[in-house]
């Protein structure tokens, strides 16, 4: 069945695996970005390979942009919405430096506020029990220092996910996903600046590799599919068994040098 999809941060990174596998599998995709050149790049690349994509650019911090996106969407689609995914963050330092009140207040808007506002401007408007995923982050549950308002835009979208879940039962099933260390190269046209991969890098992970956005794409696949609506409210970590290693100084290599 063809489907209507919501993505946010849709032009890069895992949001634009998410764009494309979805499209590729028939589904019709509105995605909103910030970014205005990878989202025109996207938009004509789905469309000269005849894929249903239609972008939009806009900050979703600012909840015009949020009305006018949603506008745009029930307008074109009145029967509205299968599924939202809520995928964009960034991240914006913490309280040992680089993060003003500002600052923390914006990640919040993206990470938290966002998703809880497409979440009420589509509530009436999803075509029988629809479904919506949060991406969240392993660093909702452990932290690096001065990652601050990333973690709590990803604790509160994790808790953002249940609260929903509860509120919106017989319209939507809400879950999360908390991905871990995933390699966004491919997705993104200009190259990213990414620390090289080691081999203890890999070792680190019990599934001896880092995670790449289809790990993440076939997540999402499985939680919109109709035949897991049993699965709600919940969240699943998708980090290659990283965060399960109990590390102790001196076990197994490991040295705390603080
Ligand atoms: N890549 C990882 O290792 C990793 C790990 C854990 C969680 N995540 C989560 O996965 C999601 C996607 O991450 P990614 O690595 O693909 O990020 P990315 O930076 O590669 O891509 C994010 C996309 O979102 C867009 N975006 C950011 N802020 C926006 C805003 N205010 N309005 C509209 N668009 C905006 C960006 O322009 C970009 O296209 C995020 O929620 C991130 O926190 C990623």
Redesign the pocket.
């Known amino acids: 069945m063809n489907k209507n999809f919501v993505i946010?941060?849709?032009?890069?990174?895992?949001?634009?695996?998410l764009v494309e596998y979805f499209a590729a599998k028939g589904h019709t995709i509105y995605f909103?970005?910030?970014?205005p050149e990878?989202?025109e790049e996207l938009i004509k690349r789905m469309h000269r390979i005849n894929q249903q994509v239609t972008g939009y650019v806009?900050?979703?911090?600012e909840k015009e942009?949020l009305e006018k996106f949603v506008q745009k969407i029930l307008i074109e689609h009145p029967e509205g919405i299968h599924c939202l995914i809520?995928?964009?963050?960034?991240?914006h330092g913490g309280i040992l430096k680089d993060c003003s009140y500002d600052d923390f207040l914006?990640v919040q808007?993206?990470?938290v506020a966002?998703p809880y506002m497409l979440a009420l401007l589509f509530k009436e408007h999803f075509c029988g029990l629809g479904s919506i995923v949060n991406?969240?982050?392993?660093?909702a549950f452990q932290s690096q220092p001065n990652t601050e308002s990333?973690t709590a835009?990803?604790g509160g979208?994790t808790a953002l996910t249940h609260a929903l879940a509860i509120s919106l039962q017989g319209i939507a099933r809400v879950n999360s996903i908390?991905?871990?260390?995933?390699?966004?190269k491919d997705?993104?046209d200009e190259p990213?600046i990414n620390q090289p991969v080691t081999n203890s890098d890999l070792e680190q992970h019990p599934s001896g590799r880092?995670?790449n956005?289809m790990d993440?794409a076939h997540a999402v696949e499985f939680l919109c599919d109709e035949q897991n609506s049993f699965i709600n409210g919940e969240n699943i970590t998708i980090?290659g068994g990283m965060s399960r290693l109990m590390v102790y100084h001196n076990d197994y290599g490991w040295t705390y040098n603080k």
């Not at 806009?58 to 911090?61: H, K, N, P």
């Not at 991406?135 to 660093?139: A, E, V, Y």
Request: glycine content about 14%.
């Open positions: 946010t941060g849709g032009a890069a990174g895992i949001g634009r695996c909103i970005d910030k970014d990878p989202t806009g900050d979703i911090a942009t809520n995928n964009a963050c960034l991240m914006y808007r993206i990470g966002a991406i969240s982050s392993t660093r990333y835009a990803k979208i908390a991905p871990g260390w995933i390699d966004t997705y993104h990213t880092i995670g956005p993440i980090d």
